[in-house]
């Protein structure tokens, strides 16, 4: 009896170090995908990613660098089949990534970042959503929603009927307005609220509220001017105390 627990404790032993070895296989792959990856070379950093991932399918950065990966081979608006499997290769890695952990917030955005690069917008605004249940302090998905909705709005190949932009409009404001609550310096989210307000003045058959959205669409305009000169500068400033 005594030498059956050993034998079965030195099997469990064995059996923990394997696990522990590949764990650090993985580890290595995953780090040698992150070389490649930054040095722009994305085939092979995906094969060291599906390594890591195959050693150790719990490892949730090399699925996200190996999405990743998929989605800067992605060329928006080829038509070929490699192209439109980088695509779909980037968009079921990243939902692997969220059957695992549906509130993982990179994923989320990954998702959402592919739909919008794949002309599904609405698809897109749905997972951006969810980025900002997930990640509610974030101003960037809030920003996203506005512009894309902006972007469904004044799409000129595809033109949708009046009643349908006047809900997008709306909605793009009341997201583009959370974004600078969150940041008042968002300059980019400026630029879309002003954008926005046209759109919603194209709409309106009132001469006086024309008036108003466009008087206020020209006072955000020279903001966002002025907010992302300001960005540039203090970025500059930055980038220069860094060199010294």
Not at 131 to 155: C, F, H, K, L, R
Not at 170 to 183: C, F, M, R, W
């Amino acid at each position: 009896m005594i030498r059956k627990l050993i034998t079965f404790s030195a099997l469990a032993l064995l059996v923990l170090a394997g696990a522990s070895c590949q764990k650090l296989q993985a580890r290595d792959s995953l780090n040698k995908g992150i070389k490649a990856f930054r040095e722009g070379k994305f085939e092979r950093a995906v094969d060291h990613f599906k390594d890591a991932t195959t050693l150790d399918p719990e490892l949730t950065n090399a699925q996200l660098y190996l999405a990743t990966a998929y989605a800067q081979q992605y060329i928006p608006g080829a038509d070929s089949p490699e192209n439109k499997k980088f695509a779909q290769d980037a968009i079921d890695t990243f939902k692997k990534v969220l059957d695992r952990d549906a509130n993982n917030a990179n994923a989320v955005a990954g998702v959402a970042g592919m739909y919008q690069n794949l002309g599904d917008y609405p698809k897109a605004v749905e997972y951006y959503k969810k980025q900002t249940q997930i990640d509610p302090e974030n101003p960037i998905p809030y920003y996203a929603i506005g512009s894309t909705d902006w972007i469904m709005v004044y799409n000129k190949q595809n033109p949708l009927p009046e009643d349908q932009k006047a809900p997008l409009i709306e909605e793009g404001l009341q997201y583009v307005d959370k974004a600078i609550a969150k940041n008042p310096n968002y300059d980019d989210a400026i630029t879309y609220k002003n954008l926005l307000l046209r759109q919603k003045a194209l709409l309106s058959k009132d001469k006086k509220e024309i008036a108003a959205l466009e008087a206020e669409a020209n006072d955000l305009a020279a903001k966002a001017l002025a907010v992302r000169k300001a960005n540039q500068e203090k970025k500059a400033a930055a980038s220069g105390a860094e060199a010294k």
